[in-house]
């Protein structure tokens, strides 16, 4: 596969797209420049990332991130996650265009938001645990 058909496979066959009843973690963020939106929630089971969803409605480019950065964060631990970078993502999809790295980035923001919204749960007094 040639850089450039990893970004179209990904817009082509996105993986781990959908909604996700009661999720642990969920962030939802918008470019206000281009008016895209995506929503991405996971499932923490036992430290690591169990189950990853994302609805985007965005550029193909977007899909493609949000795809590619939810198989990056399966199976990972939360420090592990935090290094789901805007250029991580843009290097495992074969580097984009500079015009579209905002894409890129709109997954980035999302998987941060993400990760402060699970941090800000478990601090919540009363806040059960299923995190064992
Ligand atoms: S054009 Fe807005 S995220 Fe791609």
Do not use: F
């Not at 007094?125 to 995190?131: D, H, V």
């Amino acid at each position: 596969v040639r850089d450039g058909e990893i970004a179209l496979d990904h817009y082509l066959h996105p993986r781990n797209r959908g909604d996700m009843p009661g999720p642990d973690a969920q962030a939802t963020v918008h470019n206000p420049v281009c008016g895209d939106t995506t929503r991405l929630s996971l499932k923490m089971e036992r430290g690591v990332i169990a189950q990853v969803r994302w609805q985007t409605e965005g550029c193909g480019t977007s899909i493609a991130a949000s795809s590619m950065a939810s198989e990056m964060l399966e199976g990972r631990t939360l420090d592990e996650a935090a290094q789901v970078t805007r250029q991580a993502i843009d290097g495992a999809l074969g580097g984009l265009l500079p015009a579209k790295m905002h894409c890129a980035v709109l997954a980035a923001d999302a998987i941060q938001a993400a990760l402060a919204d699970y941090g800000s749960r478990a601090r919540k007094p009363g806040a059960t645990s299923r995190r064992a």
